[in-house]
């Protein structure tokens, strides 16, 4: 049955993509990255062995760029600061003036073309030299952290509707710390539960720092979410997914949108020796200062078993001590990414914040689909026909629109991507964007996605069949 789905008004279309991972190096002066250091070191690792030194060369063509967002209904669009380029002496020193241009230049023609600026301050993008000081495991690249958020209120305050302190910290914990998709590629969770304390206290000091500042914009945070399903109601299947809910999800978006840390996962690292380091004063500032407006991304439920296999004691500490991926039978996959499309999983999130989280403000800040190979689906004019994404998009929006009438608090819905843009070790194996682009030429082309979305925003809403919604 078909049905028109309007969604509130003011509603935020637009897409997200990071400043590593579309900007190109530019020619301000930046200080070397983790990702470009990495790329020196073992290029073999990244697809096609493509750095991160043009990407989608976004520097040089913005003004373009904006143009190509209005033209696919954006109203908003998140990018984030690049660390490095702020400050390229390494994260710290004297803040980059010709940076400070570029970024006021890019914001100002946003604004002027009704688009909104989300700007996220931190997503992946360590300086290479603060990453030789420990990274987040150091209390003075926390220190350092404060003074590039301060830097950004200050020097660009008048141009963002909202900021964000981190995108998906979670990631370079496991990245780095646990599974080596991250450099420096390390296996110790005590580590990783160090800096990932860390990254909660630098959101605190950013957001304590924010409020000083007067703004009648908000600050909050972005956070990866998947809800966790056990395999079954078997109290060891229940129990599996209760601990992994607690390392996974609640790790984050507790401290961060609560102020205070799970019980769970609490004694978990204690009964295990993991506990991090930090002062009782940490604590205070944690939970005075958290998140005004929560940032969902969401890409595939996670699916858990009790473990049926024993653990090798002599082994390093890790999460899968305590369970198993449960692969369920039946279940829909993105081939191309090895993830599950599970469109309820993006309302089963929203009802848990609505729930269990205050009803805080929030969006969905992230949702895409990766394909490999799209010039498979181009039409004799060079447009990308992806109709898949089409559906993906109307799929996942159907159950956000459900969590909205419900009484949720979504105010809009980013996709990723904009325009294909470089991707941590993927590079452009996948390609997520609303609009192609050509790597030789850097041509941009509008896919039928772009063109559906520009409709979308301009209707505020699409026509469903809503019989497909359980």
């Known amino acids: 049955m078909n049905q028109q789905l309007n969604f509130p008004k003011d509603f935020w279309w637009g897409s997200a993509w990071s400043a590593e991972q579309a900007e190109g190096r530019g020619d301000t002066g930046k200080a070397e990255t983790v990702w470009e250091h990495w790329f020196k070191e073992e290029p073999n690792r990244f697809y096609n062995r493509i750095s991160s030194e043009v990407t989608t060369d976004h520097f040089n063509r913005y003004q373009e760029d904006v143009q190509l967002m209005k033209q696919t209904g954006h109203n908003s669009f998140r990018l984030s600061i690049s660390w490095a380029r702020m400050f390229p002496d390494g994260g710290v020193g004297t803040v980059n003036p010709k940076a400070i241009t570029f970024y006021r230049k890019l914001m100002t023609e946003m604004n002027e073309n009704g688009i909104k600026p989300f700007v996220n301050l931190y997503h992946f993008d360590m300086p290479f030299l603060l990453q030789e000081k420990g990274g987040w495991e150091s209390r003075e690249v926390v220190d350092a952290y404060v003074r590039f958020a301060t830097t950004c209120f200050e020097e660009f305050g008048d141009l963002v509707y909202h900021w964000f302190t981190f995108n998906e910290p979670l990631g370079p914990i496991l990245g780095s710390y646990l599974e080596g998709f991250h450099y420096p590629g390390i296996v110790d969770f005590k580590r990783g539960a160090q800096a990932a ?274």
Not at 272 to 282: A, G, K, T
Not at 365 to 384: H, K, L
Request: with cysteine; net charge negative; hydrophobic share 35%.
């Open 197 to 470: 304390f860390h990254t909660i206290l630098a959101h605190a000091l950013a957001i304590e720092a924010f409020k000083k500042q007067g703004y009648s914009s908000k600050i909050g945070v972005i956070l990866n979410l998947s809800p966790t399903y056990p395999r079954s109601q078997n109290p060891a299947d229940i129990e599996a997914a209760e601990i992994v809910d607690a390392l996974y999800t609640r790790s984050f978006l507790d401290p961060m949108v609560k102020g205070t840390f799970p019980t769970k996962l609490v004694e978990l690292l204690k009964e295990y020796h993991q506990m991090p380091e930090f002062e009782e004063q940490d604590l205070v500032i944690i939970k005075e200062n958290t998140a005004q407006i929560l940032g969902l991304n969401y890409y595939e439920p996670r699916r858990v078993k009790a473990r049926l296999t024993g653990i090798n004691p002599n082994g390093p500490f890790l999460p899968e001590w305590f369970y198993e991926n449960y692969d369920m039978p039946g279940k829909r996959m993105n081939v191309y990414r090895g993830w599950e499309i599970y469109e309820k999983g993006i309302y089963d999130l929203c009802l848990d914040i609505r729930d269990n989280y205050g009803n805080i403000e929030a969006f969905i800040s992230e949702n895409g689909m990766g394909v490999a190979d799209e010039e498979r689906f181009m039409d004799e004019t060079g447009q990308v026909i992806d109709e898949y994404r089409i559906d993906y998009i109307k799929d996942h929006l159907a159950y956000v629109h459900k969590a909205i009438q419900e009484g949720c608090q979504i105010k809009g819905y980013h996709l990723w991507t904009f325009i294909d843009c470089w991707s941590w070790i993927n590079t452009y194996k996948n390609r997520y964007g609303l609009v192609s682009l050509d790597l030789a030429t850097q041509k941009r082309t509008i896919k039928k996605s772009g063109e559906f979305y520009q409709k979308m925003s301009q209707d505020n809403g699409f026509d469903y069949d809503v019989s497909k919604l359980v």
